[in-house]
């Protein structure tokens, strides 16, 4: 499936989860299950807004935005983390007043019941996410499969905390596990925002994606004796989304004809996107005894 079909999926289940996490909440009382149902309208949220901001990444360049819309995605995953984050705080404050107020938990058979079927639901939502994530370099998608995870994490924490309450009939454990659910969320916002920030600073390929590219170019490179041909240099690499960029230099002979040297650039290129899903090349020509200086005194004034 799509990054957005995903998405829709995602705000359905969300909803569904929604409705069965507020009724387990009413019918037992428990804080903990209300700081579930809480992170629920989180989900469902941060669902909506990826939606609007994966459609806004497939727009195609306009002259506005020549290299495309694809940083769009990281807004989604920034505002999600925000989302959780006052999630989180709305969850602890809940949770204190029950501290003075403490109330007994009532039928929580059902109540759990209804709390693991959401999990099911979104614990498998979450799996197949993160599979369509990697295969599509969507961080929208990933942020949205990671908030799914800690939402499962966080309805297990609450099952466990009421089958305590149940058992040693200690009502102070239930809003010891809402605090605990709450600042498992606040680390999860805080990953969320710290990745989405990092990727709009124009955040380097994976060392893994470099090295195939610097496998690439180095079946091109060519030496005759000590003298090298054929050399790439400067190489820089950035992410945008779903799209890879790298830019880099390539000398050679400074005899070759205009179309030689064109010819063997449109080889390189077509082969590092081969290599690269998604990835777009930019190689600047220069003769084999001509070197690019970068970061010029004189530039950064």
Do not use: C
């Not at 569904?16 to 309208?41: C, F, N, Q, Y």
């Not at 990444?57 to 999600?80: L, Q, V």
């Not at 605090?179 to 124009?202: F, K, T």
């Not at 830019?247 to 005899?255: E, K, R, S, T």
């Amino acid at each position: 499936m799509k990054p957005r079909q995903l998405l829709m999926v995602s705000a359905l289940v969300a909803v569904v989860t929604i409705v069965l996490k507020t009724l387990a909440w009413w019918w037992t009382d428990s804080v903990g299950l209300l700081s579930d149902a809480m992170e629920s309208v989180v989900n469902l949220a941060s669902a909506l807004f990826g939606l609007m901001m994966v459609t806004v990444a497939e727009a195609p360049a306009d002259e506005a935005h020549p290299y495309g819309h694809h940083k769009a995605e990281y807004f989604s995953s920034g505002f999600e983390g925000l989302l959780i984050l006052f999630a989180a705080l709305g969850i602890i404050w809940a949770a204190l007043h029950r501290f003075w107020d403490p109330q007994p938990i009532t039928q929580l058979d059902i109540g759990l019941a209804l709390s693991l079927a959401s999990s099911a639901l979104n614990g498998g939502l979450a799996w197949v996410m993160f599979r369509a994530a990697r295969e599509h370099r969507s961080m929208a998608l990933e942020a949205d499969a990671r908030h799914l995870v800690t939402d499962v994490w966080t309805s297990g924490g609450v099952v466990l905390g009421i089958g305590l309450v149940a058992i040693t009939d200690w009502l102070w454990l239930d809003p010891v596990v809402a605090i605990g659910v709450a600042l498992n969320i606040l680390r999860e916002g805080w990953h969320l925002l710290w990745s989405s920030s990092q990727a709009l600073m124009d955040e380097a390929l994976e060392p893994e994606v470099r090295q195939q590219i610097e496998t690439v170019l180095a079946e091109f490179a060519h030496h005759r004796g000590d003298t090298e041909i054929i050399r790439f240099d400067h190489l820089t690499t950035r992410k945008a989304g779903q799209r890879r960029f790298v830019d880099v230099h390539m000398h050679m002979p400074a005899g070759w004809t205009l179309g030689r040297a064109a010819a063997l650039r449109g080889s390189v290129e077509q082969a590092l996107m081969s290599a690269v899903p998604g990835l777009r090349a930019t190689i600047q020509l220069l003769p084999s005894d001509v070197e690019a200086h970068f970061d010029d005194p004189h530039d950064l004034k």
